[in-house]
C-alpha cells in the first residue's frame, strides 16, 4: 500500500527588498502548511529578496540582510521541510542563486542553480556564480529532487541526474516571468519531464508584478503520466496541498541529517520530520477540501496581467492614487478601466483636457466612461493655454503653420497639466500610448508619453480592442459601445485619423510583430504579402523612434519581446536591416 506525502506549494507575491514584509508572508506560509501536516513545503525563487533584485546583488548590506533574514526563518522549520529561495554566498564573496533546504530548526543543505539565464529579460551570469551538483532530498525512503527555474529547461539539467538517482519527485521553484502564450509552454516542458523521467514534478512559480515584469503563478503538480493533478491560481497568491501516494514512503526514526555518497555529482541528503510524529507521517492528517485554481484564457491572462503589473508597480512603487489623461479614445479607456480594477474606484481619477479639435462624442464617451466606473472625473480646457503658447511661439518659428509643432504643443500641454497634478496630489500619471504607436513613434515625447507608468506600453492596438471587448464581457459593460466603433484619433487637428498617418492597425501590428518580435527583414516580411515599400517605411519609423521609446516610462511586459528588458538596442545606429 501506498504512503501519502503532503506536500505545500506556497506561490507568494515577494517585494524586492522588503525583507520583513517577505519573511512574514513566508513564515505564515509555513505555519499554515504545519496546521494541516504538510510534510513539506517549496517556496519561489529568491522569495527572500524578491526577484529580480538586480544590480541591489553588488549591495554587500542587501546580502547580509537576506542572509540574517534567512537564519530567522529556519527555526521556523520544526516539524516541517521548507525549501526557500535566498542568495547565497561562498567564502571568496561569489554568489549564488539558491534554494536553502530547512528541517528540524536546522539549515540542512544548501542548493546552487547551476543554469544561469542569460537572455531575453534575464542576466543572472552578471550576478551569479554557476552550481556544480545537482540535489536530493530523502524525505522517509523518498528522494526528492530540487532545482531551480532554469534548472528545468534543459534536457540534460538536473532533473535527469536526479531520476537516474531515483527520485520520485522533483520540485522545481521559479521567478517565470509572463508573457502570452507561456502557459502552455510551461506545461508542455513539465509534462515532458514527468512522462519521460516517470516521476512527480512540482513546479512552484512566484507571482505578482516587478517593474516591467509580471509573474503569473500558475504553480502545479504533475504526475509521473504527465496529468496535472493541483494547480495553483493565475496572477494571485495562494497556498496548495496536494497528497502524493508515493510507493515505499516510510517515516524513519533518525533525529537527525545523515549524508550519503552516490556514484556521480549528485548529493543525497536524509531529511526526517518525525521527531515529534515518529512513524507517522501518514497518520491523522487533516482532510482537505479541493479547490478549482482560477485560470483564465489567453485574452482574459493578458488582461489579468495588465491589472496585476498597475496594482502593483503602484503600490510597491509607495504610490496610492493614480490619474489618467481619458480622451474618450479606446487606449485611454482602457487604461482608466484597468486602472479600477487594479486599485478601486476611489483611487483613480480621469482629466478630461479637450482642446477646440476634440469631438462632441469624444468628450461624452469620457463622461459616460467615467459614471461606468463610478470614478471623479475633472475637466480642464486647454484651448486658452495653446494660444497663448502660440503667441509666445510666433516669432521664433521659422515656419509657423508648422502642422506637426502645433499638434505637439497640445500634446506636451496636456503632459505638463497631468504631471503638475501629480506633483500637487502626489498621484502616480499612468500613460496610455500603446505598442503600436510606441514603435513607430506616433506619440510625443514630454507629452501623452509623460508620466510614470505605461499600463499598455507592450500591447499592440488590434489586442487593444480585444481587451476591452473582453473586459466588457466578463462583468457588468463599461467601456461605451462608440469608444469600441469610432474610427481612432489624436484628434490633435480637424478631422484627423490615426489611418491619415499609418496603415490599418491590423497590417501595422502584424508587420511590426515580424520586425520586433520575430527580427525579420522587411525583404523577408514582403514575403508574407505586404508591400516591400510598406515595409521598409514602417522599419524605419521604428528604427528612428529608439530615443523616444528610451525615455518612456516603464510598462507591462506581456509578449515575447517587449521595448525595454528584451529588446535593447543603440540609439546611435545606421545599420538597417535590409
Known sequence: MSDLLRIAMAQINSSVGDFEGNKLKIIDCINRSKCVKADIIAFPELAITGYPPQDLLFNKNFIETNLKILNEIIP???????????????QNDNLYNAAAILSNQTLKDTYHKIHLPNYGVFDEKRYFSQGTAAKLILLGDTKIGVSICEDIWHSNGPILEQAQQGAKLSININGSPYHAGKKKIREDLLKSHSTKHHLFVGYVNMVGGQDELVFDGNSMLLNPKGNI???????EEDLVFTDLKIDHLKSKSAHSIQSTKSDSNVNTYVMNNSIKLPNELTKNK?????????????????YAALVLGTKDYVLKCGFKKVIVALSGGIDSSLVTTIAVDALGADNVTAISLPSKYSSKSSVEDAELLSKNLAINLQTIPIKSSVNIFDETLKAHLENVEDDLTSQNVQSRIRGLIMMALSNNTGALVLTTGNKSEMAVGYATIYGDMAGGYSVIKDVPKTLVYKLAHYRNTIAQPVIPTSVLL???SAELKPNQKDQDYLPEYDVLDEILKEYIENDNSPFDISKKGFALELVEKIANMVDKSEYKRQQAPPGIKISRKNFGRDRRMPISNRFRIN
Open 229 to 235: 493533478i493541483s494547480q495553483a491560481n493565475q496572477f
Open 76 to 90: 521556523e522549520s520544526n516539524g516541517i521541510t521548507v525549501i526557500l529561495g535566498f542568495v547565497d554566498k561562498d
Open 486 to 488: 469610432k474610427a481612432p
Open 286 to 302: 487533516p482532510v482537505l477540501e479541493k479547490q478549482s485554481p482560477i485560470q483564465y484564457n489567453e485574452t482574459g491572462e493578458i
